[in-house]
């Protein structure tokens, strides 16, 4: 594979990897690094890249790699800038005028997800993958996805309704 | 689209079992301003999965993202740099440590076999004082031998001595007995 075909083929994921590594990582600065970590892969990787069936399946399993290396390494949290860098950036997002209430407590609903709930969550619900591809991506068995899907679509109305309920039943 | 359907979808929805041409209606209703009341809750849902897909990385930001990484890379590569310096200092001196003992332990031993020699030569070790000890006894038996030869010689004279008195007794017997005055007066048998 040449720079063109990367340019064709590969970089157009942009987006898609940003958006699943920025759900994950919950922080926009490390998604955006993250995006070029899965293209610097992919591009030493090039010689093998046309044995692939799907480059966009590689791709998403080389994000999902690196970012639950990256969860895995915050759990030993080192004292950081990085903490101070979320958090002016969580009121950043709080405070910007297209983000109404209620569509901040979804994506903190989300964000209360395991961490495979979430994925499938987001590859499905905001990416619209097919069933196979999830389960390509995250080696699973499509079933498996399915109720997974299913058990955490359920878990966000739980969150979102039982608390909004309350509103509602107050209003 | 019929409410009622709409109701249909969801309950699929949550069941995971509506298609993703379905969820595609569900979004488009739910982005929509008519939502009933009693579906008001489930809105704000869909419209944050409909907002969040369009959510693109900017060139500017990648730009800001690559020049991170370039920084990065080169703390990282200074890092790696003096690291595995310490990593191979720490791998000679083991080394070099080894190699120490090593060349200690052998002339440890070689002074060892030197004092060893020069003690065999000041004070004769047992070996030593074992084969001059065998070489006298086998030149004292050689000796003896040779005097045993040198009295067998004398066995033969004793035999003769003892052969001469035996004829002397004889003599002396036979003239007592025959001419015993010839003993007393040699000078008379003439």
């Known amino acids: ?171 | 689209m019929n409410i009622k359907e709409i109701e249909g979808l969801l309950k699929r929805y949550y069941e995971g079992e509506t298609t993703l041409a379905e969820e595609k209606l569900l979004k488009e209703f739910f982005s929509g301003d008519h939502v009933p009341e009693h579906l008001l809750p489930y809105q704000p849902m869909f419209r944050f999965f409909t907002h969040e897909a369009t959510l693109t990385l900017t060139e500017e930001n990648q730009e800001k993202s690559l020049n991170r990484r370039i920084e990065q890379y080169r703390e990282e590569t200074s890092i790696v740099r003096t690291h595995p310096g310490k990593k191979r200092l720490y791998y000679l001196s083991g080394i070099a440590a080894g190699l120490l003992i090593l060349i200690s332990l052998v002339f440890v031993i070689r002074n060892e076999a030197g004092k060893r020699q020069h003690d065999e030569l000041a004070n004769p070790s047992a070996e030593l004082a074992y084969t001059q000890a065998r070489q006298a006894l086998i030149m004292v038996s050689v000796g003896l031998n040779t005097g045993i030869d040198a009295a067998q010689r004398f066995k033969t004279l004793d035999n003769a001595m003892a052969q001469i008195q035996r004829i002397n007794k004889y003599y002396n017997y036979q003239t007592q007995f025959i001419n015993p005055e010839w003993i007393q007066n040699p000078s008379t048998n003439k």
């Open chain 1, 1 to 171: 594979m040449n720079l063109q075909d990367f340019n064709t083929k590969v970089y157009p994921l942009k987006d898609k990897i940003f958006r699943f590594a920025k759900r994950m990582l919950e922080q926009t600065e490390e998604a955006e690094d993250l995006v070029q970590e899965v293209f610097i892969r992919m591009w030493k990787n090039r010689e093998k890249l046309d044995e692939y069936r799907s480059l966009e399946a590689l791709a998403m399993v080389t994000t999902k790699n690196l970012c639950l290396d990256k969860l895995k390494a915050r759990r030993f949290p080192v004292e950081s800038f990085n903490d101070q860098r979320q958090f002016i950036e969580t009121i950043a997002e709080e405070t910007r005028p297209d983000h109404s209430d209620l569509v901040l407590g979804v994506k903190e609903a989300m964000g209360t997800l395991p961490e495979h709930s979430r994925m499938i969550v987001h590859l499905r619900d905001i990416e619209g993958c097919e069933f196979d591809e999830i389960a390509e991506v995250l080696g699973m068995q499509e079933n498996a996805v399915r109720v997974a899907l299913s058990r955490a679509r359920k878990r966000i109305r739980e969150i979102l309704i039982n608390d909004k309920s309350y509103e509602y039943q107050r209003n």
